[in-house]
């Protein structure tokens, strides 16, 4: 996974572009108030360093150096700062109740770690903290326009909602949505968001 993601990142072009997720910056005024972000999954940090850029300390935790590498490169360009952490989201330990925010777009887990991953971004935030999600459903197979491409590393939508029982769901929703993110996200894509409160 580690060599994918690094040859992924290895080259000057931000290959998802260096501004947010639409859904990310969409819901950045509920963010106020909630000084600490954990962005999981978080590439080359282009979410990162938005919600740094906004006044937020976030900590940027990826499996891929050379993600990491960009998300401190781009934080530099916009002269703000964002804590770097490789980390193997599946199998190594996060902390647990830290955070104001925990956030993950687009995060490509198989199956079999979905829920383990899932349960990690549940588990960083405080009490009465927010947890925000956008994420390839199956259905993004037939769009063709971004995401793995095979149903193993896509989201069903009646799991993540099992996985967050316990939390209140303040937004949930299935469908279609454009994206134009780099050269790797481009059209109209099949996702499922989330806002959780804890």
């Known amino acids: 996974m580690g060599n994918h ?16 997720n639409a859904f990310i910056e969409s819901q950045v005024s509920l963010l106020e108030g909630k000084k600490k972000v954990v ?3 978080e590439g080359e940090g282009r979410n990162a360093v938005f919600l740094a850029k906004q006044g937020h300390d976030v900590t940027a935790w990826d499996y891929s150096v050379n993600g990491l590498k960009k998300t401190e ?4 360009q916009y002269n703000v700062r964002v804590e770097t952490e490789q980390k193997d989201l599946i199998h190594d330990q996060v902390i647990t109740e830290e ?3 925990g956030i993950m777009v687009f995060g490509h ?23 925000l999600f956008e994420v ?39 469908g279609e949505q454009n994206r134009e993110e780099g050269i790797l ?10 806002i959780l409160r804890k």
């Open 109 to 131: 887990f198989p199956k079999e770690n979905q829920k383990t991953v899932f349960d990690k971004l549940l588990s960083t935030v405080k009490p009465g903290g927010l947890v």
């Open 136 to 174: 390839y459903s199956e259905e993004q197979l037939r769009y063709q326009t971004g995401g793995p491409k095979t149903e193993d590393m896509l989201y069903n939508p009646q799991h993540l909602l099992e996985w967050s029982k316990g939390f209140e769901v303040k937004h949930f929703f299935y």
């Open 73 to 76: 490169q781009l934080a530099n």
């Open 39 to 41: 962005a999981f999954a």
């Open 5 to 20: 993601w690094d040859e992924r990142f290895g080259s000057d072009v931000f290959v998802y572009g260096e501004k947010p």
């Open 99 to 101: 955070f104001d925010v």
């Open 185 to 194: 996200h481009t059209g109209m894509a099949h996702v499922i968001q989330g």
